[in-house]
């Protein structure tokens, strides 16, 4: 069965500074990943995905996230954090199952990014 | 807006209660998907359709939660019976890939 990890409940970082949020995953098979921002009381946002191709990928408000295959990492990154960026980010990975793609999506526990001035 | 809308946005019963609680989803999206998420957890999957049809219940649906998707456009989530434990924030997606998440239907049973 398909699984992510989040090993931090909270990461602490500085305005300024470079940021990165960890998540491995456990997956049979080519692993579809993806990162989830949720600000408080709000629905999630999808920030950017991995499915095949380049291990650096690019997403959204300057985040990027690095695919690792011999380490089964999709570490979320951004090289400046700002103070807004404080929320509550998820990874997640796409399950497949014998009858195919579901398109559902297996979440870890979640990290929440402190961003201080 | 185009984006996925539920409501309501909040909603407070007391126990034994039925709730329901409704999803537009993006309009050219043929998969819909309901997730619970309780606080300090990450969003659990319940259960989806493709058009009209739910092709997946988790063992979390007991028999007193049903959703349905009549015409394939809009979704319900009916809780039965409401107990402390139904609790949660209940998301629904919808997807022609990835997923996009409305802001979600706050319950809170006393």
């Known amino acids: 069965a398909q699984s992510v990890a989040q090993p931090e409940d909270q990461v602490n970082v500085a305005e300024g500074n470079p940021l990165t949020v960890k998540c491995t995953y456990s997956?049979?098979?080519?692993?579809?990943l993806f990162w989830y921002v949720q600000y408080p009381n709000r629905g999630l946002q999808f920030l950017l995905k991995y499915i095949t191709g380049d291990n650096l990928v690019k997403g959204s408000y300057g985040f990027e996230a690095e695919f690792n295959k011999s380490q089964t990492s999709f570490h979320l990154k951004k090289p400046s954090a700002l103070v807004s960026d404080s929320a509550l980010y998820f990874c997640a990975v796409r399950e497949l199952d014998g009858s195919g793609n579901t398109g559902k999506l297996i979440f870890g526990q979640g990290t929440t990014l402190q961003v201080k001035p | 807006d185009t984006g996925v809308s539920q409501n309501p946005r909040h909603k407070i019963t007391k126990r034994g209660q039925n709730v329901t609680f409704r999803c537009d989803p993006i309009?050219?999206?043929?998969?819909l998907y309901w997730y619970r998420q309780t606080l300090g957890q990450g969003p659990e999957f319940l259960t989806y359709f493709q058009n009209e049809a739910q092709l997946e219940k988790s063992r979390l649906l007991s028999d007193r939660f049903s959703a349905e998707r009549p015409k394939g456009s809009f979704s319900t989530l009916e809780i039965q019976r409401t107990e402390q434990g139904d609790s949660a924030m209940y998301l629904c997606?919808?997807?022609?890939?990835?997923?996009?998440f409305g802001e979600g239907s706050r319950l809170t049973v006393l």
């Open positions: 997606a919808s997807s022609s890939g990835e997923l996009f």
């Open positions: 309009s050219e999206h043929n998969r």
């Open positions: 997956v049979s098979g080519n692993p579809y």
